[in-house]
């Protein structure tokens, strides 16, 4: 590892502990309310679903309509485990995860296996179905609570345990998008037919970013039924499927940096526009038509946001201040 990589992942390491410590000590004083920092603990839960969703639409290049399907199967599976009572407290919260990673990944890999082969728009109406599939079988199982939902489960208050898996999330998404096997993936997205020329496993890598994103939706769904203590098959309709795929547009298809930034703001703005009630849902969807149409790559495009740039940048500016002297 280089000297100014190193000297990156030190500083980025930093600034997100300064940031956390802000966010606590204002929780602790009392200048953020009880009301918003459930609103901080849901920020988490989107980002780690904004950036596992962008694996699939950003990093492979394939439309997942589906996305709120293994959410609701992380939900449920946590929801059913940590209401046996088997095991509690941390150790329960990080069981309940495990097995919410492993039940979506599951169902991940056994869907993308065979749909990954389809394209465009026939992806998209696959996965949209797949997503609504899940939603009707949960409304239909007694295990889970019917139509009813699910209340009862037992929640965590600790916005630092929120803030810190959401932050390990994504920094595996971003050393995943940045190994041999992320650009492998990137290759299969800029053109299949010369990847598999180069001797790329086309199926191999679809299927494994495929279900490495179900996994971490499936985290996100646990996160979030421990968050509420309540959930309901409704709530993971195709509708919530769509409102994270356009976090991942709006940040920019294919920026993970640029889906942080959308899912922060658009978790943020609706609560800001809630004083004008009725009103509030028109200005966000006025605000999203303004984005599209004067930014239509998304706010970050395909760039990411990194520290490493500035240092590069530093450190031409002082090589030629050198030779100017």
């Not at 200048?31 to 679903?49: A, K, V």
């Not at 399907?69 to 009572?85: P, Q, R, V």
């Not at 208050?157 to 999330?169: E, K, M, R, T, Y």
Request: glycine share 10%; net charge positive; charged share 15%.
């Amino acid at each position: 590892m280089s000297k100014e990589k190193r000297l990156s992942y030190i500083i980025s390491t930093l600034l997100v502990l300064a940031l956390f410590l802000c966010l606590q000590i204002m929780i602790n004083m009392g200048i953020i309310s009880r009301y918003w920092e459930s609103i901080l603990t849901m920020i988490c839960i989107n980002m780690i679903m904004a950036t596992s969703l962008n694996l699939t639409v950003g990093v492979l290049g394939q439309v997942n309509l589906g996305h709120a399907g293994f959410m609701a199967l992380g939900a449920y599976t946590a929801g059913i485990f940590l209401k046996t009572g088997v095991l509690t407290g941390f150790l329960g919260f990080l069981v309940s995860l495990v097995l919410a990673a492993i039940v979506a990944g599951f169902f991940g890999f056994l869907i993308g296996l065979p749909i990954l082969r389809l394209r465009g728009d026939y992806l998209a109406i696959v996965t949209l179905a797949f997503g609504e599939i899940i939603r009707v079988v949960i409304e239909n199982v007694g295990i889970t609570g019917g139509a009813q939902g699910m209340a009862g489960i037992p929640t965590i208050q600790s916005f630092a345990i929120f803030f810190f898996v959401a932050v390990f999330i994504i920094a595996m998404i971003f050393t995943y998008a940045d190994s041999r096997h992320g650009r492998a993936v990137l290759s299969i997205r800029d053109n299949e037919l010369a990847a598999e020329a180069c001797g790329i496993n086309i199926t191999k890598y679809k299927t494994f970013a495929f279900t490495l994103s179900a996994v971490f939706a499936g985290i996100a769904g646990a996160l979030y039924a421990q968050s509420f203590g309540v959930i309901a098959a409704t709530i993971f309709n195709y509708n919530k499927s769509f409102d994270y795929l356009v976090m991942v547009v709006l940040g920019g298809i294919g920026s993970i940096t640029g889906a942080i930034i959308s899912s922060i703001g658009l978790t943020i703005l609706p609560e800001v526009l809630r004083p004008l009630a009725e009103w509030r849902m028109v200005i966000y969807a006025v605000i999203l038509i303004l984005v599209m149409i004067f930014r239509p790559q998304g706010l970050l495009g395909r760039k990411e946001f990194s520290i490493r740039k500035f240092l590069k940048i530093d450190k031409y500016k002082k090589g030629d201040v050198e030779n100017d002297k």
